[in-house]
């Protein structure tokens, strides 16, 4: 007769049969198939491992559509170009950032490069009448920005290799690939401050 035991066993290795189990055997029953080993449990206290930051990142209100046809305002299209766009919750304003060579007419403003290539920063109120537009670069080339705001502050992100001017003078240069942080203020679009922080790429 099949013991509790026996069927206990028999059950564990996946044995079907009629005839009885020895449970006097002393070796093991021999298991077949492979064993997935499973995820070690998370750490109770431990937080979730961070995306490297990079200027491709976007801000947690980048936003990918607006209604706003830009090109309304913007003259020399073959050399603006908008990379960038945010709209502020608290006052609908939408600002627009980009890229643009030379010279440039954004809402009647006519701005010019520093040297190659320099980052842009306009706004548009709530009720789509352009507000404002400014710009910001160095001798150099400056690409992929990003917009975001922070309450009365627009930040503007990106990158340079020449000394970064946000609009109250020229940073500071690094040997290698570097960030580039410029602070405007939401409301005039005043130039607040400005940084750059290297990459650690050469």
């Avoid at 170009?81 to 007419?105: E, K």
């Avoid at 400056?142 to 003078?169: F, H, L, Q």
Wanted: aromatic letters at 8%.
């Amino acid at each position: 007769m099949r013991t509790v035991a026996g069927f206990l066993v028999a059950a564990a290795v996946g044995i079907h049969c009629s005839a009885p189990v020895d449970t006097t055997s002393t070796s093991a029953p021999e298991l077949t198939g492979t064993v997935t080993p499973s995820a070690p449990p998370a750490r109770a206290n431990e937080p979730p491992a961070e995306a490297p930051f990079s200027p491709d990142t976007k801000a947690p209100n980048h936003i990918e559509e607006t209604k706003i046809d830009f090109s309304t305002f913007m003259r020399d299209g073959d050399t603006a170009r908008i990379t960038s766009t945010t709209i502020d919750a608290t006052t609908g304003a939408t600002y627009a950032t980009g890229t643009f060579r030379n010279d440039a007419v954004i809402g009647g403003t006519l701005i010019k490069s520093k040297g190659d290539k320099d980052v842009f920063l306009l706004k548009v109120a709530a009720g789509g009448a352009f507000q404002w537009v400014r710009s910001a670069g160095s001798a150099y080339a400056e690409s992929e920005p990003r917009v975001s705001v922070e309450g009365a502050e627009v930040n503007v992100i990106g990158m340079t290799d020449g000394a970064m001017d946000c609009g109250t003078g020229p940073l500071a240069t690094w040997s290698s690939a570097t960030f580039f942080l410029c602070v405007f203020g939401a409301t005039d679009g005043t130039s607040l401050s400005g940084g750059v922080f290297p990459t650690g790429t050469p």
